[in-house]
């Protein structure tokens, strides 16, 4: 039983690019894929599918390859289900001094930083990526 989805699709992630393993397979969610769609929007894969197996679906997602790239992106945690961090919009800084992102859940959905800042709301502060 997966007691925290967001950290275990961030985990998933993380040991696919250490192990150098080019797909990689999670439990399905509407959150989950929220995020993989930034993720792709900001190059960090390069796609995934939803696929549905005997009433079960799961989210196949092709990585990019570390031979390419040249660097295995890091994935951080912060908001976790023993302490959740909200922010207001003027709170969300820049993440490694514009290296990488913050992906921020507000009411208008789930966002990079950049974009919470620029449409003035505030959130639940997901995770880092750079």
């Excluded at 930034?38 to 190059?43: A, D, E, R, S, V």
């Excluded at 009433?55 to 092709?62: E, P, V």
């Excluded at 790239?69 to 909200?86: A, D, E, H």
Aim: proline residues 4%; aromatic residues 8%; charged residues 25%.
């Amino acid at each position: 039983m997966i007691m925290d989805p967001i950290g275990d699709l961030l985990t998933r992630l993380r040991n696919a690019y250490m192990a150098r393993i080019e797909t990689v397979e999670v439990p399905y969610s509407r959150l989950k894929t929220d995020i993989l769609k930034i993720l792709k929007k900001n190059k960090y894969v390069i796609d995934f599918e939803v696929v549905e197996d005997n009433n079960k679906k799961t989210i196949q997602t092709t990585l990019n390859s570390v031979k390419v790239t040249k660097y295995v992106p890091t994935f951080n945690r912060i908001s976790k289900p023993g302490q959740r961090i909200y922010l207001g919009s003027g709170d969300i800084k820049k993440s490694k001094n514009g290296k990488g992102i913050y992906i921020v859940s507000t009411p208008k959905g789930v966002v990079t930083g950049y974009e919470a800042r620029s449409l003035n709301v505030g959130g639940e502060l997901l995770c880092e990526v750079f």
